[in-house]
């Protein structure tokens, strides 16, 4: 009866193959196309083995996996066996939308759990998904499933990313679970061989936050020889033998082994003896089996550690693109292999020409009984594990405790709206969660976190609470708690937002994250935003306080180009509203935002993509306002939501008319009345999304191009009876270009304000008139801009 293992072995060798196949055709085959693959050819030939083991034996259903981003042919050659790739895709790897360079979610239509490509982020988000397993599951919510491990492939080089280290702080704090690393150790990275010792680093600080390390050095084949007499010399020279060496030496082959050992290490007598029975093709195939190329060491060692739920990094030492003429070489992270030393290793995996694509071509076992085995892998049985869960309501309306007349920022607003949800018994009270860097205080979100708490695995008492020391917040950890505590680091509050804003697919349990930073400080995570957003993951990002506007902070924590990123960030929708009762407004549609997935074309009305819904970033202020009194009706609410409009009307003789977005209202509304003294008309735009007015605008203009002549977006209605010789100015405490585009919707002059330069301590009306935000600046802007009656009560500009 054939083994588990020579089956998993034929696998491996059609994995392979096909791996190595479909980066050559990309690179070989496509006429005029110059792809270059880069690291592909040999990165990924290193995780054969691993792989393999992993998806055909240890791994479940409810288990979910990270990929090395250059793993991603080998993860798609399993995906083209197991059934859930197609051969038009594999062909057209790295070709317009065909099988994508790095395993992606939203562009790949295999089986992706998390996408990488930016490297690390991956390997964060299964600690984070894994955190938020527990939460789910401590709630009560995933009763019909159980649990599953999240996994993460990585590549040695890859450990020098500083999220992860920052990553594992987290877990170590929250008492992590059911989380897999497995470092791909082949000693390589893109531009050298890694430094000696490393591993032993690696195996200290994972050991140092409560991880088990499992080290895969040597294969069956290394441990068997060296159970022979002079075996034990042989292993002393492996181990102290340097990557740089080994790296070569493997690359040489055979007989430079040979001449290397038997020089070094070579007695005349059981040492000599142990070489010299094997052929140059045994020795090299004896040295390069290390662990992690070595299915029985693998499955061992997978099977071990899935006898408890701690977390484990598995260090399997690895060659750089074993089985291919590149192993070993310290270039061949660039290399590809030539049409000589492809057709050279098609004959060695037998493969017949005009059969390359065929799934079982590489296999000498009958491709039925291939089948089978896959057939019956646990991970594959329940097929594609994307799941999907129920929206939550949403009500009709959110409360706006601000009432007119009072002095109140919209970071004040949002923690008073947040803490009337919290004192409801509703579905969307119980399935929000917050989380914070650190600045859960500082951003409004005490309220919230007295009434719902805390979350740890286990409760934990408030200790200033029970020695009665007077506190205006309760710090009580428990099970049911809501909100994440997490540490400084900005980089995981993206990565924990990504995890949870991907529970409705990862876990089945829909959730709807809100996480607060301080506005500048995006910058820190940005890369990490851009992962939690390509992901399509879910999630409220709100950021406070922004801008110069806090004032006496200075110019480190005084943002200016956030609005940019938040115009420029794809799955990020983002507001900067001025009221509260805007803010409100926003905060029901972001609940409702995050939690569609529709298909379908653009809104005709906004032309805005609203039915496939996506994440929320609102940028907030600490500037109190006086609040309006009005009454929110759905014509007004439905323009907030748009993202503008007309706060004054402009009439039908205006010759200028100022856009602010933001906390400048009050500026704007003063500049707009001492323009009035003298001009007709003057119009004032509240401009909430710069973001959503220029996204409908260029939709809408793209569908005119292919024929809709008569889309018009909701920026083009707003200012359509403007006369083309009205002046625009627009404010905003950001940087200009983020509402400068304004005037190009009809050809208008514009003056754009803003804030291009680092700020310094002040107060607000000490920065507002350095950096030309004040009211008299926007007048004169008004008048540079636009013709008509001179302007009373112009002050001359400071200077700079």
């Known amino acids: ?304 550690a899935s006898q408890h739920d701690r977390p484990v990094c598995f260090i399997c030492y690895t060659i750089k693109g074993y089985g291919l003429p590149l192993a070993g070489h310290k270039d061949n992270h660039a290399g590809q292999m030539t049409l000589a030393q492809m057709e050279g290793f098609r004959q060695r995996m037998g493969v017949r020409p005009g059969e390359e694509w065929d799934k079982w071509a590489a296999a000498t076992l009958p491709p039925a009984e291939l089948e089978a085995l896959i057939a019956k892998a646990p991970f594959f049985s329940e097929g594609r594990r994307r799941l999907t869960a129920p929206a939550v309501p949403v009500p009709e309306a959110l409360p706006a405790p601000a009432q007119g007349g009072k002095q109140v920022s919209t970071q004040m607003g949002f923690g008073q709206i947040l803490n009337e949800i919290a004192r409801s018994e509703t579905p969307l009270a119980d399935r929000i969660v917050t989380t914070s860097p650190d600045v859960t205080v500082s951003t409004n979100l005490g309220a919230w976190v007295n009434r719902r708490g805390l979350f740890a695995r286990e409760s934990m008492a408030d200790t200033f609470k029970a020695e009665r020391i007077p506190s205006t917040f309760t710090w009580e950890f428990g099970p049911k708690g809501q909100h994440l505590e997490l540490g400084i680091a900005e980089s995981n509050l993206m990565i924990m937002l990504g995890a949870l804003g991907l529970s409705h697919s990862v876990n089945g349990v829909r959730l709807l994250p809100i996480g607060t930073v301080y506005d500048p400080f995006i910058y820190r995570a940005a890369d990490q935003l851009n992962y939690a957003c390509y992901q399509d993951a879910r999630f409220l990002l709100v950021a406070t306080p922004s801008g110069v506007t806090l004032a006496p902070e200075g110019g480190a924590h005084q943002s200016i180009g956030t609005p940019l990123i938040g115009m420029a960030q794809d799955g990020l929708c983002a507001f900067e509203p001025a009221f509260v009762d805007e803010l ?134 707003l200012l359509a009876s403007l006369s083309r010789d009205c002046g625009i100015v627009t404010v905003i405490d950001g940087h200009p270009a983020t509402l400068a585009w304004i005037g190009e919707v009809y050809g208008n002059r514009v003056k754009a304000l803003g804030v291009e330069h680092f700020g310094q301590t002040g107060t607000i009306s000490d920065l507002y008139r350095h950096h030309g935000l004040d009211a008299n600046a926007i007048a004169h802007a008004a008048r540079a801009v636009s013709a008509g009656c001179s302007i009373r009560y112009l002050k001359s500009l400071p200077s700079p």
């Open 1 to 304: 009866m054939t083994s588990k293992f020579a089956y998993l072995s034929q696998i491996e060798r059609c994995v392979s193959w096909l791996a190595a196949w479909t980066i050559h055709h990309a690179n070989h085959v496509r006429e005029g196309d110059e792809i270059k693959v880069g690291g592909h050819q040999a990165s990924s030939a290193s995780l054969g083995t691993i792989m393999t083991a992993l998806y055909y034996s240890a791994l479940r259903p409810q288990d979910r996996v990270a990929v090395k981003p250059h793993a991603a042919p080998i993860f798609h050659a399993i995906q083209y066996l197991s059934g859930n790739q197609t051969r038009e895709k594999l062909e057209n790897f790295r070709g317009y939308k065909g099988a994508q360079s790095y395993p992606s979610r939203t562009k790949d239509v295999d089986d992706v759990d998390f996408s990488t490509g930016s490297v690390g982020l991956g390997v964060a988000q299964t600690l984070f998904s894994s955190l938020v397993q527990d939460y789910v599951c401590a709630h009560g919510w995933m009763k019909d499933r159980s649990g599953g491990r999240m996994v993460s492939l990585i590549g040695d080089a890859e450990m020098d990313e500083g999220n992860i280290y920052e990553a594992l702080i987290e877990g170590w704090k929250h008492g992590l679970r059911n989380c897999w690393w497995i470092v791909d150790y082949n000693r390589q990275s893109l531009d050298a061989v890694i430094r000696e010792g490393l591993w032993q680093r690696f195996e200290q600080i994972f050991k140092n936050f409560g991880w088990e390390v499992v080290i895969l050095r040597h294969g069956s084949l290394q441990q068997a020889a060296f159970a022979e007499s002079g075996g034990e010399k042989l292993r002393d020279w492996i181990e102290r033998c340097s990557n740089q060496l080994y790296s070569a030496l493997t690359f040489q082959g055979g007989a430079a082994w040979r001449k290397r050992l038997l020089d070094e290490i070579g007695d005349q007598g059981p040492v000599t003896e142990l070489i010299e029975r094997r052929s140059d093709d045994e020795l090299q195939g004896l040295m390069v089996n290390l662990g992690g190329h070595d299915l029985p060491s693998l499955l061992e060692a997978f099977e071990a």
């Open 584 to 717: 409100a407004v926003i905060m029901r549609f972001a609940f409702e935002y995050m939690q569609r997935n529709g298909e379908g074309d653009p809104d005709e009305t906004t032309w805005l993509r609203d039915q496939t819904g996506g994440s929320v970033y609102l940028r907030l202020s600490t500037r109190p306002l006086e609040q309006p009194h009005r009454d929110m009706g759905s014509e007004l609410a439905r323009d907030i939501v748009n993202g503008a409009y007309w706060l004054r009307p402009p009439g039908p003789n205006a010759s200028v008319i100022i856009a602010y977005q933001g906390v400048v209202a009050p500026e704007a509304i003063a500049a707009t009345g001492l323009l009035a003294e003298d001009r007709r008309d003057v119009g004032l735009l509240a401009i909430t999304s710069a973001d959503r007015l220029n996204a409908g605008w260029q939709a809408a203009e793209r569908a005119r191009q292919r024929g809709t002549d008569d889309a018009t977006s909701h920026i083009e209605r």
